[in-house]
């Protein structure tokens, strides 16, 4: 990508949900531009350094791609500490993933630093012909969480720049979000905590 010296900070951003939902998928197709649709699931944390340009603001991201598994919770606190966006994902293919989003929301609540943290719901996998859950769903859900929502699909390619860009963007929006960050990035960095933003 382009050159980083120009980056007015360093953003970490989570990527969330319940395991099998695609966020690996997404976090690949966002920044190497692939798919591979035997990706394995990913054990503990994964963890992507990119960069971007929104609304003329040059950003750095640091992308945490973590585990959905029960086993992995203990890594929680760590890896919410100092975000300044999460990306909490579900399977409009399992309705299980999507009845589960409340708690992945509670968490959020629970354990990121910053206030105001800004929230996007991906609704995952839309290509897919075998649908369970309604976008009027989702949109209920992300209104009563308050939370950014779109449609994506990793595989197509469909929303995934977009999810990412209009998280950025409404980060940027919210100076006191990032501005401690502008010299350096610190992956143990804590600032305050919880929920906020709007919806697209």
């Known amino acids: 990508?382009?050159?980083?010296?120009?980056?007015?900070?360093?953003?970490?951003?989570?990527?969330?949900?319940?395991?099998?939902?695609?966020?690996?998928?997404?976090?690949?197709?966002?920044?190497?531009?692939?798919?591979?649709?035997?990706q394995a699931a990913t054990i503990g944390v994964d963890f992507r350094v990119t960069s971007m340009t929104v609304s003329g603001n040059r950003v750095k991201l640091a992308i945490w791609d973590t585990a959905g598994q029960e086993r992995f919770r203990t890594l929680t606190p760590s890896y919410y500490r100092g975000a300044q966006g999460v990306i909490c994902v579900y399977d409009v293919t399992n309705r299980s993933s999507f009845d589960k989003l409340a708690h992945w929301m509670t968490e959020v609540d629970t354990y990121c630093t910053n206030d105001d943290v800004v929230k996007m719901l991906v609704a995952n996998k839309i290509d897919m012909p075998n649908r369970v859950v309604s976008r009027e769903e989702g949109l209920k859900f992300a209104r009563r969480h308050r939370t950014l929502f779109?449609?994506?699909?990793?595989?197509?390619?469909?929303?995934?720049?977009?999810?990412?860009?209009?998280?950025?963007?409404?980060?940027?929006?919210?100076?006191?979000?990032?501005?401690?960050?502008?010299?350096?990035?610190?992956?143990?960095?804590?600032?305050?905590?919880?929920?906020?933003?709007?919806?697209?």
Do not use: H
């Not at 120009?6 to 695609?22: P, Q």
């Not at 960050?181 to 906020?196: A, V």
């Open 150 to 200: 779109i449609e994506a699909s990793a595989k197509t390619k469909e929303g995934v720049q977009c999810a990412f860009e209009e998280l950025i963007e409404k980060i940027i929006q919210t100076p006191y979000l990032w501005e401690n960050e502008r010299q350096t990035f610190r992956l143990g960095d804590s600032d305050q905590s919880s929920n906020s933003s709007c919806l697209c």
């Open 1 to 38: 990508m382009e050159n980083d010296s120009n980056a007015i900070t360093t953003l970490k951003i989570l990527i969330i949900g319940e395991s099998g939902v695609g966020k690996s998928s997404l976090m690949l197709r966002f920044v190497d531009d692939v798919f591979d649709p035997e």
